[in-house]
């Protein structure tokens, strides 16, 4: 497989060859959103909390007597029959949410989008990226002089700089190898990987 190699100024320098099971993997939709839904319920955190019986701020005193009013039998005013009574199985703030995903199964999907982002032409390949000091203006430039609004740009590792200058840029993001999640690949309408991080990639993938 053959991936575009670009200079500072964004144009196609020439090619860089690289792995045809990373880059040239056949699309696969389920398997891409089986990933993109597990890795986003397992960055959820059970923070959302509901009352019991026991919980909501009601007298637990029978509202009436059983007999003699003409009325159905009730014995608390909490009961979840009631508006604003407690719920009968409440969501509790420990829920967990995670969703397990075999390592395989996980790679192959990323290997998918990886491919399909080859063949959209919205994955190209540089020697390396980097500024000189932490300076968001430094990195807007360079990102503008490629030729782009928004942008990933995923390294082998993360120079502090380029971590510093990008906080601050709502359009760009600055990852490694290591830390390359499916919703990121796929939110961004450009990746930029460096050449180090195609080998990496390779690696880690085998």
Known sequence: MELKLINDQGQSATTVSASDAL?????????IHQIVV????????????????????HTHKKPWRGKGTGRARAGDNASP????????FPNSPDENFTQKVPRKMYRAGIAAILSQLA????LMVVEQF??????????????????MEEVL????????????????????QILDVNHADPVSLIHYRNVILTRKAVAKFEELMK
Do not use: C, H
Request: proline share 3%; aromatic share 6%; charged share 30%.
């Open 119 to 122: 063949r959209e032409g919205r």
């Open 23 to 31: 880059f040239d993997r056949e699309y696969n939709e389920a398997l």
């Open 38 to 57: 597990a890795y986003q319920a397992n960055a959820r955190l059970g923070n959302r909390a509901q009352k019991g019986r026991s919980d909501v701020r």
């Open 81 to 88: 029959l009631w508006r604003g009574g407690g719920r009968i």
């Open 153 to 172: 740009v995923v390294t082998d590792e993360v120079d502090e700089n380029l971590y510093l200058s990008s906080r601050n840029l709502p359009n760009v």
């Open 130 to 147: 980097a500024v000189d000091s932490p300076k968001t203006k430094m990195l807007a430039q360079k990102v503008k002089s490629l030729g």
